[in-house]
């Protein structure tokens, strides 16, 4: 392979990498890091809602990530999670 075609599918390969990381990691992790800062507001904008609508879906048909997303939710929020789960 030329060296230019190998530095191309190189960059190629980085930003799907990039991509992937984004979606995968970086965005589900964001929820609670920004509902914390919203917290002392009475009321979350509809655009967050919007934007994490994707998580609640996965969420609510999939019990193991169900269980992941309380789980992480639990480590921002330990009260709020154990009286909505009633415990």
């Known amino acids: 392979m030329e060296p230019a075609k190998s530095n191309q599918a190189m960059k190629v390969r980085y930003y799907i990498a990039s991509i992937l990381f984004a979606v995968f990691i970086v965005y589900p992790l964001s929820i609670g890091p ?30 193991a990530a169900h269980q992941a997303y309380i789980w992480y939710m639990e480590l921002w929020f330990p009260e709020e999670v154990r009286a909505a789960n009633g415990k």
């Open 34 to 63: 920004l509902l914390l800062c919203l917290k002392p507001y009475p009321r979350i904008p509809d655009w967050v809602v919007t934007f994490y609508k994707p998580l609640a879906w996965v969420a609510e048909r999939s019990p």
